[in-house]
């Protein structure tokens, strides 16, 4: 019986994870690009993005952790997430404002076009993790 009450809280969990990511990379970001003047839509950005990573890093870790000893694939897919996220948020979140703020504009493209695609392959994961617990 407990295993199906934690297979539910992993599904609920992950649902979150990626809804969460799904609405902020798919609307917040874009909403405030449309909305905002581009100077303050940049610096809201920067404020909310470590939340954000924290909000991933969190439901991933949780996610991975309900999961370890009932479904290895989800447990490890979700560390993955969480690693990764760690990662973004300690590491690639900084060099993407350093960039910008010394002006350069190709490491920027760069590493920012990194963080979209790391982003969308946690979407991609986490839906994947998903359809494999409701199966």
Known sequence: MLDVYLRI???LVVALLFGGMFLFSGGFA???FRYLPPADA???IRKVFPPFYLFVIASSGLAAGI???SDSFSAKWMAVVMLSAIAARQLLMPAINRATDLGNKKRFVWLH???VLLTLGHIVVAAVVLVHLVR
């Open 9 to 11: 809280t992993t599904i």
């Open 30 to 32: 874009a909403f405030l």
């Open 42 to 44: 940049r610096m809201l």
């Open 67 to 69: 999961s370890m000893m």
């Open 113 to 115: 076009g990194f963080s």
